[in-house]
C-alpha cells in the first residue's frame, strides 16, 4: 500500500477553491437551459373542454367503484366466496388423513 505524501499548506486551499469554482460552474451550466426556456413557454394550452372531461373521468371512475362495492356486497350477503387464499384445514383424527 502507498501512504500519500502530506500537502503542502497552500495546495489544499487551492484545491477545495479549485473544486468549489468549478462546482460553481457546472451548477450554473445546468441552469442554463432552463433559464434559456423560462423565456418561451412550450407548455400546450388546455382545450376548453378539458374541465368536462376531467369530471366525466372522475364520474366515470366512481361509478366503475360503485359497480364493483355493489358486487362485492352481493357476494359477500349470499355468502359466495372463494376461499383460495384461506388456510386449508388440517384433517380430522379418525378420517384417515383424507380431505
Known amino acids: 500500500m502507498s501512504r500519500r505524501r502530506p500537502a503542502a499548506a497552500g495546495t489544499s486551499a487551492a484545491a477545495a477553491g479549485a473544486r468549489a469554482a468549478a462546482a460553481g460552474m457546472g451548477a450554473a451550466a445546468a441552469l442554463l ?44 350477503a349470499r355468502g359466495l366466496q372463494w376461499g383460495f387464499q384461506e388456510k386449508e384445514l388440517p384433517p380430522e383424527p379418525g378420517s384417515g388423513g383424507h380431505h
Not at 407548455?43 to 366512481?62: F, K, N, R, S
Request: hydrophobic share 55%; proline share 5%; net charge negative.
Open 33 to 76: 437551459p432552463s433559464l434559456a426556456g423560462a423565456q418561451e413557454s412550450r407548455a400546450i394550452d388546455a382545450p376548453d373542454d378539458a374541465v368536462g372531461t376531467v369530471l366525466a373521468t372522475v364520474g366515470a371512475l366512481v361509478a366503475l367503484f360503485v359497480v364493483a362495492s355493489i358486487g362485492f356486497l352481493y357476494l359477500r
